[in-house]
């Protein structure tokens, strides 16, 4: 393991650019469930129901009834992986962030550069006049809570069956196509178009490395290498190995 952390710290001091995508895995040690893992969030809820466009539109309220019920998504704290990935960009070794996340939890630990690929559901969207406003603004007595101008709210993540936010879409296949080495963190990569990105860096030649604490779809074929361990524990013995490396 030593030997692979040193590794990805060579790499991430010899590349002009570094890049991360980041997926739920990463916020597990923060007490957010990731959906597919045993005990996760779709053992406990249908997405059929509670995660599609149609559902939201059908029943918002019983929705909005689960979000909040998800008390962890407001009550998290930023991990040391989380803060690692801060740490990384201030000292020039990590470009930017696309996380698949919607938890805000990077931008907590500092994080400047997040591209929010499935939105951010720390804030609400109305479904009428497309008015942003933070989850801690409005009201949440009676569900669903409406807009001043009479249009639903809807959490500003992107349900199945919404587009990806455009310019989240094309900043991710630039960043990607650019990247020397891409740093993939806590993702099962199975959700697409996310899943498509690792592809989209290793096919313009970047160095793929991966953090997970079980092998993915990626692990045999796209990644070069992976460092099989939790993000909090990986991610800073880069941090330290690649300050190690400079002093
Ligand atoms: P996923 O649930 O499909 O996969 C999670 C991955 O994280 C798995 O491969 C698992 O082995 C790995 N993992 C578990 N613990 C880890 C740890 N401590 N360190 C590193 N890796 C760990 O998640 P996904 O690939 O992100 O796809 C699910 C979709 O669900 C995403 O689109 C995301 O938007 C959404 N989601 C977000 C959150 C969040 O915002 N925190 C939580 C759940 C799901």
Redesign the pocket.
């Known amino acids: 393991m030593t030997d692979l952390i040193h590794r990805a710290a060579q790499a991430l001091r010899s590349a002009r650019k570094t890049i991360a995508l980041t997926?739920?895995?990463?916020?597990?040690?923060s007490g957010?469930?990731?959906?597919?893992?045993p005990g996760?969030?779709w053992d406990r809820y249908d997405p059929e129901e509670y995660a599609t466009i149609e559902a939201f539109r059908r029943t918002p309220g019983k929705v909005w009834r689960m979000m909040k019920d998800f008390t962890e998504l407001k009550t998290a704290r930023p991990n040391p992986?989380h803060y690692g990935l801060a740490q990384l960009e201030q000292m020039g070794f990590l470009r930017c962030i696309i996380t698949?996340?919607?938890?805000n939890l990077h931008q907590d630990a500092g994080s400047r550069d997040v591209i929010e690929f499935?939105g951010n559901?720390r804030q609400v969207i109305c479904q009428q006049c497309d008015k942003t406003l933070p989850l801690e603004d409005i009201s949440l007595e009676t569900l669903p809570p409406y807009c001043s101008c009479g249009g639903v709210f809807k959490p500003a993540g992107v349900f199945f069956g919404e587009p990806i936010p455009m310019h989240a879409m094309l900043r991710s296949q630039e960043e990607a196509q650019s990247c020397e080495v891409i740093l993939v963190?806590?993702?099962?990569?199975?959700?697409y178009p996310?899943a498509d990105i690792p592809r989209v860096a290793k096919e313009a030649g970047a160095q793929v490395i991966e953090?997970?604490?079980?092998r993915?779809d990626l692990t045999s074929g796209v990644s070069d290498f992976l460092i099989q361990e939790?993000?909090?524990v990986a991610i800073p013995q880069i941090v330290a190995a690649i300050r190690a490396m400079a002093s």
């Open positions: 997926g739920a895995g990463i916020s597990a040690e957010i469930p990731t959906f597919r893992d996760g969030l992986g698949q996340n919607v938890d499935h559901m963190i806590g993702t099962s990569a199975v959700v996310a953090i997970n604490p079980e993915t939790k993000a909090g």
